[in-house]
């Protein structure tokens, strides 16, 4: 049956916010470049930046910034979330003030008054200058500029906590990975750490990684494997959204390196399925889904584990787009199919588990076919 192709604002808001993002580090193909890590059109994606607009809340947005930071070099712009009040602990917002000028300040509650933007951008701006000048793009208009490299700041700045006045700033810095040592050690670290430690492990592949351009980096098979290995740990610490970048980057570079159907690839694309599912973004996991399905039953069997194990979660995400007769079907067919083919496996379980919540979902809305065909 056909599915309606509406995606949501979630993940439009991303796109956009994510062009932007490139346009401020002087890319020149943001929008073809978001298009392909998120396997969309590309005049889909033109069509959502140029349908955005400025909000009229004197809070500036992530698109707002970025659009700032793209149209005028010298605007005063950090990564939302870099900027942390030592007052309160809390992140610190943009906002414009009276004279149209831009500050940052904590939540109402907070007794510390606004921070002037452009001071604290120059600040932050020249530390990034004097400690990693190679990470600002040569390309950009102003590469030796601090507000250019505040802009950066994020690739190898984890957090900057305010103090009393706008010189007063306690930087921490990313852990610095040693260019001469081979990425596969540090990749060997993150991957033991990643799961009792997840967020040293991001930190790890973070600085492994800062200097990599996702838009214009060749495929590369150790950084493949990084930024597979950093989405995963993204999507455990509950950051999906920021995972998707990574895990479309590396199913591209693996489809290039090693073939659409090695079992790297196919990896690959569970994890970029997964990240576009938690993040919300249910229509582009139901065909990320469907096309690891079919690959799956292509290669490992139409009854292999695997395979059976993601038409589970494409009947999840069949649910999720609101399909609930035939994603009760699927997983009901899929639950009888792996409990043939695999008795005892503690995977039927969990999908009778997801099939009597669906049950639950629909009784708790009261669907008609809920209370007449059970």
């Not at 040592?181 to 997840?198: V, Y």
């Not at 693996?254 to 919300?280: C, K, M, S, Y």
């Not at 990320?288 to 290669?299: C, D, G, I, N, P």
């Amino acid at each position: 049956m056909p599915f309606p192709r509406k995606y949501p604002q979630e993940l439009i808001d991303a796109a956009v916010t994510r062009v932007h993002q490139q346009r401020a580090a002087g890319s020149h193909r943001a929008v073809t470049a978001v298009a392909q890590e998120l396997n969309l059109h590309r005049r889909l994606v033109q069509q959502w930046v140029t349908n955005s607009r400025p909000t009229t809340t004197t809070t500036i947005d992530t698109a707002t910034e970025e659009r700032v930071a793209s149209d005028a070099p010298d605007a005063p712009a950090l990564p939302l979330g870099l900027l942390w009040c030592r007052i309160c602990r809390r992140p610190m917002t943009a906002v414009l003030t009276a004279g149209e000028e831009v500050a940052y300040e904590c939540p109402p509650d907070c007794p510390r008054p606004a921070l002037p933007a452009a001071r604290i951008v120059e600040v932050i701006g020249r530390a990034v200058l004097r400690h990693a000048p190679h990470i600002v793009p040569a390309t950009v208009a102003h590469p030796h500029s601090p507000q250019t490299a505040a802009a950066c700041a994020g690739r190898i700045i984890s957090r900057v906590t305010a103090g009393c006045h706008p010189a007063d700033l306690r930087i921490t810095w990313r852990p610095v990975v040693s260019s001469t040592a081979p990425l596969t050690e540090h990749l060997d670290l993150a991957r033991a750490l990643a799961t009792k430690n997840p967020a040293h492990a991001r930190e790890l592949l973070h600085a492994a990684l800062c200097a990599v351009d996702l838009t214009t980096a060749p495929a590369d098979l150790a950084h493949a494997d990084a930024a597979h290995l950093h989405a995963e740990v993204l999507i455990r610490l509950g950051h999906p959204t920021a995972a998707i970048r990574w895990a479309a980057y590396a199913h591209q570079a693996h489809t290039h390196l090693q073939g659409p159907t090695a079992a790297v690839t196919l990896a690959v694309l569970h994890t970029l399925a997964a990240a576009h599912r938690l993040a919300g973004h249910h229509q582009r996991a139901y065909h990320l889904y469907r096309h690891l399905a079919e690959q799956l039953a292509a290669t490992a069997g139409p009854h292999a584990h695997p395979t059976l194990a993601t038409q589970a979660s494409l009947a999840v995400v069949l649910h999720d787009l609101g399909h609930c007769t035939p994603a009760r079907t699927l997983l009901a067919d899929t639950i009888t199919a792996h409990r043939r083919a695999h008795p005892g496996h503690p995977a039927t379980a969990r999908m009778i588990s997801h099939l009597e919540r669906m049950w639950q979902d629909c009784a708790a809305r009261n669907h008609v076919h809920a209370l007449q065909d059970r």
